[in-house]
């Protein structure tokens, strides 16, 4: 079942139906070694600490090891059932969830790392993940420019990254189609660039350790590769040294080509504009098409922030100012460029006061402007109502 659209994209920002400004205090949720922030059982206590703080938009993440975890095609439906039934909970509070799928490096399923020829068992620390990690992403974004020739399973391995992976991500938004809290999807997360951009010079020793070259102690380790030992699979081994990037003379390590990732071509490159903005594009256009009320928006775009204060949720008209402190008196101030409202209970701007406030209250100390301001029963949001277009003021003091 298809859900109205509740949020729409402007130019400025975020718009509900009505066409008021939307503000979110976002919270992003850690999960377990389930991959879950928290379970059905607990649900309710979990949304009701985080309304407590003043948080309505939550990031869920979903990790691909997640949902395509065991091989190519194999959903796991278990950990999609248990995702949905807690975010059905989350139905019955004002939060909002924007789904962030997780392609960072200790959320890639195995079969991942070893389509692009990378043993998994052998990332034994942080300088090795980070190679793995780093050649991952430049495959994943730029693989037809920098190794057209690297395949898997017939495809090119760019084709075939962004295909399964968006695939995963497309299974995922079928099996939670029916949640109402869910407004879209983040398309931004681990947008890292890779190599793509870099002079190597930095990252050389990087690139040969991986392949058995300077191997050193680290503090990060649980464990250690033999000597002259790769992190490739058996008959493999580094991309990058497989397209002359590097080679090996008089038993050392060469570099040959440092600007390699930075141009093609003698086309300059640039990240964004040649790399992600094309997959985002390729992204939002195989999940809209039977998700179009969802929103694809770059999370980063919305400021997470763990400080408890008040907050416009729905702004009518446009914001000039907002101030707040919690020193000696603390209060919130917001200055903006109201529309006109209606006096019935048509759409107004909203205030949030987050509940964590009430133990000891709190009072608006000062409105400039002519309409009502009323609390709502609740006492969780402030409805200020002006009856012609005009500048306004308002500043709430906790008691």
Not at 221 to 233: N, Q, V
């Amino acid at each position: 079942m298809k859900h109205q659209q509740l949020f729409f994209p402007d130019t400025n920002g975020i718009k509900d139906a009505y066409g008021r400004m939307c503000m979110f205090h976002g919270c992003a949720l850690d999960y377990d070694s389930q991959y879950l922030p928290f379970t059905e059982d607990n649900a309710r206590e979990y949304c009701s600490m985080l309304i407590d703080k003043g948080y309505n938009l939550l990031y869920w993440i979903l990790p691909w090891k997640a949902v395509e975890g065991s091989g190519i095609e194999q959903y796991n439906e278990e950990y999609l059932a248990a995702t949905r039934r807690c975010l059905k909970v989350i139905e019955e509070y004002p939060l909002h969830v924007l789904l962030v799928p997780d392609r960072k490096i200790d959320s890639l399923p195995h079969w991942v790392l070893q389509s692009i020829g990378i043993d998994p068992e052998k990332l034994v620390d942080e300088d090795l993940k980070r190679y793995a990690f780093l050649t991952f992403k430049t495959l994943f974004f730029a693989g037809n420019c920098f190794t057209p020739d690297f395949s898997y399973e017939g495809e090119s391995i760019q084709d075939f990254l962004q295909t399964r992976f968006t695939a995963a991500m497309r299974h995922s938004a079928r099996r939670l189609k029916d949640c109402r809290a869910v407004i879209g999807f983040d398309t931004g997360n681990s947008a890292e660039s890779g190599f793509i951009g870099t002079i190597i010079d930095s990252e050389f020793d990087l690139i040969t350790r991986a392949s058995g070259f300077n191997p050193k102690k680290h503090t990060h380790s649980s464990g250690k590769l033999l000597e002259g030992e790769s992190i490739f699979l058996e008959g493999l081994q580094c991309p990058w040294k497989s397209i002359g990037l590097w080679s090996v003379h008089n038993d050392k390590p060469v570099l040959y080509h440092s600007d390699f990732f930075t141009k093609s071509n003698s086309h300059e490159l640039n990240f964004t504009s040649d790399f992600l903005l094309p997959f985002q594009t390729f992204f939002v256009s195989e999940l809209t098409h039977k998700h179009e009320h969802y929103l694809f928006i770059d999370k980063d775009s919305i400021p997470l922030s763990d400080e408890i204060s008040p907050y416009p949720a729905a702004l009518c008209g446009s914001l000039i100012s907002m101030k707040c402190e919690f020193e000696n008196t603390s209060f919130f101030e917001m200055e903006w460029e109201s529309t006109a409202c209606s006096a019935d209970n048509s759409p107004c701007t909203e205030l949030y006061i987050p509940r964590s406030w009430f133990p000891e209250g709190f009072r608006v100390e000062r409105f400039e402007g002519t309409g009502t301001v009323d609390i709502a029963d609740d006492k969780a949001v402030i409805q200020i109502r002006t009856l012609t277009a005009q500048k306004c003021f308002i500043r709430i003091v906790k008691k």
